[in-house]
C-alpha cells in the first residue's frame, strides 16, 4: 500500500482547471521531494512535475510548463499540482510519490523514486473532454 493518497481529479471540459492533492498521513512531506505522474491508457508513465524539499525548487515536463503548478503546504502536509488550460491529451491517472532527487529531466525514467516508496497508489483520474 502507499503511503501517499492522491485526490482531486475529476471530469473537465478543454481550457478548465483541476487542482490533485498528494497526502501524506501517517509522515511529514516536508523534507521529502516530491513528483507527480500520470498514465494515460496504453501509453509509459511520464513523470509530469516535481518539488525538492529543501527549497522549493520546481521542475516541470515541457509538455506542462506553463500550464500547471506545483506547490507546498507544510501545515496541510500536501503537495498540489494546480492543472490549467487543460488539454484531452492530458487525460491519465495521476500518482505522485517521493523521490530521492528532483531533477529537470522528470519527464522521462528512470525515475528516482525512493525505494520506500516504489509501490505507486491507486492515483486519481482525470478526463479532459468536451
Known amino acids: 500500500q502507499s503511503q501517499l493518497e492522491e485526490s482531486g481529479g475529476g471530469l473537465v471540459q478543454p481550457g478548465e482547471s483541476l487542482t490533485l492533492s498528494c497526502l501524506a498521513s501517517?509522515?511529514?512531506?516536508?523534507?521529502?521531494?516530491i513528483g507527480w505522474f500520470r498514465q494515460a491508457p496504453g501509453k509509459a508513465r511520464e513523470g509530469v512535475s516535481c518539488?525538492?524539499?529543501?527549497?522549493?525548487?520546481?521542475n516541470y515536463a515541457d509538455s506542462v510548463k506553463g500550464r500547471f503548478t506545483i506547490s507546498r503546504d507544510t501545515a496541510e502536509n500536501t503537495v498540489y499540482l494546480q492543472m490549467n488550460s487543460l488539454k484531452p491529451d492530458d487525460t491519465a491517472v495521476y500518482y505522485c510519490?517521493?523521490?530521492?532527487?528532483?531533477?529537470?529531466?522528470?519527464?522521462?525514467?528512470?525515475?528516482?523514486?525512493?525505494?520506500?516508496?516504489?509501490?505507486w497508489g491507486q492515483g486519481t483520474q482525470v478526463t479532459v473532454a468536451s
Open positions: 510519490t517521493a523521490l530521492w532527487a528532483c531533477r529537470a529531466d522528470i519527464a522521462t525514467g528512470p525515475f528516482p523514486i525512493l525505494p520506500a516508496f516504489e509501490r
Open positions: 501517517e509522515f511529514s512531506l516536508n523534507y521529502f521531494n
Open positions: 518539488i525538492d524539499g529543501s527549497g522549493g525548487g520546481t
